[in-house]
């Protein structure tokens, strides 16, 4: 990989070289750290909430307000990327970062932690969409698929090793030192991107629409704040969950309605007359619905089924995350060599298989059984995620990759909320049901029937994908 990134050194529209290993380096430290902190985090949930003092809802937003920080963001990234160079996103996206990680470090109360999530997301959110589009601009076609394979086997090591660190962290130290291990890396990232980062995408400046802002801001949001509150525990009834549905969905229409006539939109839908990449857009939506699912339901069935502590749930999930993130590279090769579908078939049906048989299992089965299904259900997702991705990006012409990136990202946070609050609604749903029909029963039978009708809902999902899946093409490549 590393040869191949030396040899490719000009884009299929400029002449200029590019330093890729130093970008790559930058770019990958960034990310990994990002994803990193977001993880290890959620495991710490169980923690803080004793620590601080606070309730289970008010805990959630830790997680909320993160994700509701990248759905106003990362829309509005179409735009950055237009406006200010590579250089000056990337060094302004780590200084987010920094002072996030830094105030959290610090952090004496819930408050100020609450703020230093919303600061680091204001970093990711510049930062994820950034990464995508400068990926798409210094690697040629015909090379994406590896150089998406590298970025995928550091974002999805960082779940990977997130929990068992943060579970070591937490009986050692405490949930601060999660910040304080971040710090250094991310200024060393810094100073790496201060070095040798250039600027590699066009300035156009476009007109700013305040309108377009407002009407993304109160959309993205209010569908992530609404499904976010539902799955925290208000319920789908709750007036405040109904009242951001509305909201959120009226905003986007009319948000979509204005973009489609305007000259020079903020974000261009018009993106989604090229098939292939809508066909891929779906498919890493519904990736990032059971990754972000599954990664919920499983640490608290571990924990409450089981009995462990947040450790020995990390160490559980710690081969699947590893084999996900070693398969990336892998299948980004094949992906390079023999195009997306043979891939994305058979992923989605190893994802639906594992997911069927995960809702199978019960307190008494062994951790060998989770940890093999985990691994399935992992390379399942890696065999669709990265080709589908790479491959509906491929398709779009280089005056929509500021678009098509800030849409997948976009989209990948409103994924991932969907996800998680339709994840937890069904298993409180299998869980009231078990104890209507099962009087006086335990609660860790109730658990396991609730974490059963969860995993039951990734799997259809999953299907879904598969049928999905039998209308993707490989795009052929154009050199510019």
Not at 118 to 127: L, P
Not at 196 to 220: A, E, R, Y
Not at 364 to 387: E, K, N, R
Request: charged share 10%; with cysteine.
């Amino acid at each position: 990989m590393e040869a191949a990134m030396q040899n490719t050194h000009t884009t299929a529209s400029s002449n200029k070289r590019f330093k890729i290993i130093p970008i790559m380096a930058a770019l990958l430290i960034s990310g990994f750290i990002g994803m990193f902190s977001e993880t290890a985090l959620n495991v710490a949930l169980n923690d803080l909430m004793q620590v601080l003092h606070i309730a289970p809802s008010t805990a959630q937003w830790l997680t909320t307000g993160y994700l509701l920080t990248l759905g106003i963001l990362v829309p509005v990234s179409g735009l950055l990327l237009q406006w200010f160079s590579t250089r000056q996103l990337f060094i302004t996206a780590l200084i987010f970062s920094i002072a996030g990680c830094l105030i959290a470090a610090l952090a004496p109360n819930f408050e100020l932690l609450l703020l230093a999530r919303v600061v680091q997301a204001i970093g990711t959110g510049i930062m994820l969409p950034l990464m995508f589009n400068t990926i798409l601009v210094i690697f040629p076609a015909e090379k994406r698929g590896a150089a998406m394979g590298i970025i995928g086997l550091v974002i999805m090591f960082a779940p990977a090793v997130g929990p068992t660190i943060a579970g070591l962290l937490i009986e050692n130290l405490s949930w601060h030192w999660i910040f304080w291990l971040s710090l250094p890396f991310l200024v060393l990232a810094l100073v790496c991107g201060i070095l040798f980062m250039q600027n590699v995408s066009t300035i156009t400046k476009p007109k700013i629409d305040l309108l377009s802002i407002i009407l993304s801001t109160i959309g993205f949001g209010g569908i992530v704040f609404g499904f976010s509150s539902a799955g925290e525990g208000g319920g789908w009834t709750s007036p405040k969950v109904i009242a951001s549905l509305i909201i959120g969905a009226a905003a986007l229409i009319l948000f979509g309605w204005r973009q489609m006539r305007m000259k020079k939109p903020m974000i261009n839908l018009r993106a989604f007359k090229y098939p292939m990449f809508t066909v891929g857009v779906i498919m890493v939506f519904i990736c990032m619905m059971i990754i972000l699912s599954s990664m919920l339901v499983l640490p608290l069935f571990l924990q409450g089924g089981f009995g462990k502590s947040a450790f020995y749930a990390g160490l559980i999930m710690l081969p699947g995350g590893i084999v996900n993130g070693l398969m990336s590279p892998v299948m980004g090769r094949l992906f390079d060599k023999y195009g997306p579908k043979w891939l994305v078939f058979p992923g989605f049906l190893v994802a639906a298989a594992a997911l069927w048989f995960f809702s199978g299992v019960t307190a008494a089965s062994a951790a060998f059984l989770i940890i093999v299904l985990h691994s399935c259900l992992m390379i399942g997702i890696s065999m669709v995620m990265m080709p589908a991705q790479t491959n509906g990006l491929n398709q779009l012409p280089r005056q929509f990759y500021p678009d098509g990136t800030a849409i997948m990202n976009t989209l990948q946070q409103v994924a991932g909320a969907i996800g998680t609050a339709v994840a937890v609604s069904m298993m409180t749903a299998g869980q009231e049901r078990y104890a209507e029909s099962h009087p006086g029963g335990n609660v860790v039978d109730s658990l396991t029937a609730g974490v059963s009708h969860a995993f039951m809902f990734g799997m259809i999902i999953a299907l879904v994908g598969f049928v999905i899946g039998l209308f993707m093409k490989r795009v052929p490549i154009k050199h510019e």
